[in-house]
């Protein structure tokens, strides 16, 4: 309880400040007040053009993110098991993770359509997130624990539940965590360099471009908290899945 009323004062502090700081600067066009940006928010959501571009970029970026943690889990599985593999991937993950995404954004759209450009990014980001996540959990396996399965012949199913899982956990609920963050960062940024029509993407590169600065920062707002909200669902959804596994 007191860790959430610290929250809500530090949020409310930064608030306080954005008003301070737009009232002192009076330019709209520069830094538009809170109540401004709220006001654009209601005003959005009224119009119902905005429900459109949510679930537009969301779909992308989520299939992206969701391809992504299938194929990131699965090349970290046979990498546990094959060293030859893992040195194989090692240049690609090591690319993914030190090119600036830009870079890959203005690349794949020689490539791709502006509309599959979300996908292919979010995927792209989030891969070396997930994989060095799983892989390193699966090294971090007790191996004396292993070797005392193999002992005992458990199968496979019961070694999962209760020896890989349970290290594996941590380093899957924080992979998961970071990866969401970066497949929306990821996403939307190709949609702002790619435009495609009906995007999240198109709408803050049209508020940028005819200074609707309020609008802007709606849309970074909106953006944000479908972030967040996406997180915290698949985060209860993945904390549920391991408990339905533990249980059998």
């Given amino acids: 309880m007191k860790s959430k009323i610290l929250k809500v004062i530090s949020v409310a502090a930064a608030l306080l400040l954005w008003q301070v700081a737009a009232t002192l600067i009076s330019a709209d066009f520069l830094l538009a007040s809170p109540i401004s940006v709220l006001k654009s928010i209601f005003s959005l959501f009224k119009n119902g053009e905005v429900f459109g ?39 690609y993950m090591l690319t993914v993770k030190t090119v600036p995404v830009a870079s890959f954004i203005v690349i794949a759209l020689i490539w791709l359509s502006s509309s599959m450009l979300s996908v292919f990014i979010a995927f ?66 190709a949609e702002i360099i790619g435009i495609p029509n009906g995007s999240l993407g198109e709408r803050l590169y049209s508020a940028k471009v005819h200074l609707e600065t309020a609008e802007l920062f709606a849309y970074t707002i909106i953006i944000v908290l479908l972030s967040v909200a996406f997180e915290k669902l698949f985060l209860l959804m993945l904390d549920k899945l391991f408990k339905v596994v533990e249980k059998r």
């Fill in 53 to 91: 571009s949510v679930w537009y970029s969301f779909a992308r970026i989520a299939g992206g993110f969701l391809l992504s943690s299938v194929a990131g889990a699965v090349l970290a599985v046979l990498a546990s098991r094959s060293h030859v593999l893992e040195t194989l991937l090692w240049p």
């Fill in 124 to 189: 792209l980001m989030v891969l070396p997130i997930i994989y060095n996540n799983v892989l390193s959990g699966i090294k971090s396996t007790d191996r004396k624990m292993t070797e005392m399965a193999e002992v005992f012949s458990l199968s496979y199913k019961k070694r999962f539940i209760y020896i890989a899982l349970p290290t594996l956990k941590p380093f899957l609920r924080a992979g998961f965590q970071t990866a969401i963050g970066f497949a929306f960062k990821s996403g939307i940024a």
